[in-house]
Nanobody, 123 residues
Framework: QVRLEESGGGSVQAGGSLRVSCEASGYSYNSYCMAWFRQTPGKVREGVASIYTGTRFAHYADSVKGRFTISRDEKNTLYLQMDSLKPEDTATYYC?????????????????WGQGTQVTVSS
């Protein structure tokens, strides 16, 4: 069974940086897509960034381009480096996995999810 576990969330002041991580295990395919989503109470879950393991090609939502960087290491851990954080970045951040992805990730395309990690940016 696929398991995804996020970590690294916390509180930071506006303009600061934070890195969240997602450890993945149990997936049997060599190539797959992993992504970060975020959600605040009362709002729909939105795609933040995605990366395909076969090509390492990444896609970002317009709201985070130039500030966030998605990456994956050889140990199958997914990362999201968040710089120049803004209060509107405050959300629960989720990692997700699916076989294939196209462009900015859509929640409906992903089949495996972590439980999320809270990121709070204060002004």
């Amino acid at each position: 069974q696929v398991r995804l576990e996020e970590s690294g969330g916390g509180s930071v002041q506006a303009g600061g940086s934070l890195r969240v991580s997602c450890e993945a295990s149990g997936y049997s395919y060599n190539s797959y897509c992993m992504a970060w989503f975020r959600q605040t109470p009362g709002k729909v879950r939105e795609g933040v960034a995605s990366i395909y393991t076969g090509t390492r090609f990444a896609h970002y939502a317009d709201s985070v381009k130039g500030r966030f960087t998605i990456s994956r290491d050889e140990k199958n851990t997914l990362y999201l480096q968040m710089d120049s954080l803004k209060p509107e970045d405050t959300a629960t951040y989720y990692c997700a996995l699916t076989r294939l992805c196209y462009g900015v990730p859509k929640a409906a395309d992903f089949t495996f999810w972590g439980q999320g990690t809270q990121v709070t940016v204060s002004s």
